[in-house]
């Protein structure tokens, strides 16, 4: 099959940063990616009204927090399904990050998006929240099958 060619994504235009692009793009339901900036910018400026300091930094901070470096991939092997663990790619682990701090924000109920998008983003920089619970599970998971390393 061969690898893929990844398009490239411009820089969002009120930070200039890539990596907020492609956030608003995992954010963004339906096409609407105008309502999709509304709310990330919309929570990035509460994220800065509460810390004080650049949001993208704090944004950036906690896009790391929550990216896994390990991760369990299921494997065949005579019969048996092992959870094999692996490390994951730096493109892979972003968007990992990404789809679990949106992924929490939603199910958080009785907020609106914005409000619950900035709260996470928080968590996440301070290494508490959802999304960096999620990761410390997948990487106990990974520590656990440690044994099936060499079917990797």
Known sequence: MGKQ???EIAPDPL???VVLSKFINQVMRKGKKSTARKIVYQSLERVKDKKKSDPIEIFNNAIENASP???VRSKR???????VPIPVGKERRMSLAMRWIIGSAKSKKGKAMEEKLAEEILNASD??????KKKEEIHKMAEANRAFAHFA
């Open 5 to 7: 060619i990844q398009k």
């Open 15 to 17: 930070y200039n940063d």
């Open 69 to 71: 470096s390990m991760e």
């Open 77 to 83: 092997i005579g019969g048996a399904i092992y959870q």
């Open 127 to 132: 290494n508490t929240g959802a999304a960096v």
